[in-house]
């Protein structure tokens, strides 16, 4: 099924990080690790990743930019932070989680259903739902990007896209690949203003997490404003998969 959405321009980052090995262990009631919010729990770690690269999405391929050659007027649009923890999926932190915004909590990654976007589901860390609407059988983004827990059920005929948070789902889809395959295979994953796929087997490693900052730039520089970013993420002109 071929689809053609109108992507917006935006800068990116995705930093790894991590827990300080020596801050005490955190469980929810069932017992599932829960990054520490303690002020200087987390850490970025330079080493990993592609925490200290820029990137960019022109609307048709994603690639790196050096911090020299970034547009003036780059304003954060959003940050979240996504952890994964064994045994119980995302945690989702609204903000950056090595400097956590005051009164932010974790939440478990969560999905609004919109029935009447062709049983669409909107990525978020509000909880209305802990899985997809639904999923189709011929589609590989589910198993890539999310544990089967999360899947929902089969839907019919072209029910099943994906929308939401632009930092969550760049988030996700960095979890879905180990740290080293990152800057190679980032690029990949979005051709000619389509998000493709990967094969990778080495995803979901307990404690890891990322801090996802979106950026805006002017339209006059090539970029896009804040709203044309939402409406995408709204699903209103294209989703993340379909």
Not at 201 to 226: D, E, I, L
Request: aromatic residues 12%.
């Amino acid at each position: 099924m071929s689809h053609q959405p109108a992507m917006p321009r935006f800068i990116f980052c995705i930093e790894e990080a991590r827990q300080h090995p020596g801050v005490d262990s955190v469980t929810d009631s069932g017992g599932h690790w829960l990054p520490s919010l303690r002020p200087g729990s987390n850490y970025k770690d330079r080493g990993q990743g592609v925490t200290n690269l820029w990137w960019i999405c022109n609307g048709t391929q994603i690639y790196s930019i050096a911090e020299a050659a970034l547009p003036a007027d780059l304003k954060p649009y959003k940050t979240y932070s996504v952890f994964f923890s064994e045994g119980f999926g995302f945690r989702i932190l609204q903000g950056d989680a090595t400097n956590p915004p005051p009164g932010e909590v974790w939440h478990p990654l969560g999905f609004e259903h919109d029935d009447r976007d062709n049983y669409s589901s909107y990525l978020t860390n509000v909880v209305q739902s802990t899985a997809l609407r639904c999923h189709r059988q011929d589609q590989a983004w589910p198993g890539m990007l999310l544990p089967n827990i999360f899947h929902g059920p089969v839907g019919t005929g072209s029910q099943g896209a994906l929308k939401g948070e632009l930092p969550i789902f760049l988030g996700l889809l960095a979890l879905s690949m180990s740290p080293a395959e990152l800057q190679v295979e980032l690029p990949q994953m979005f051709h000619h203003g389509m998000w493709q796929t990967h094969t990778s087997t080495n995803r979901w490693q307990h404690k890891r997490g990322v801090v996802v900052t979106v950026f805006s730039y002017p339209t006059t520089a090539g970029g896009s404003v804040p709203i044309d970013i939402q409406r995408f993420e709204d699903g209103c002109t294209g989703k993340y998969y379909y």
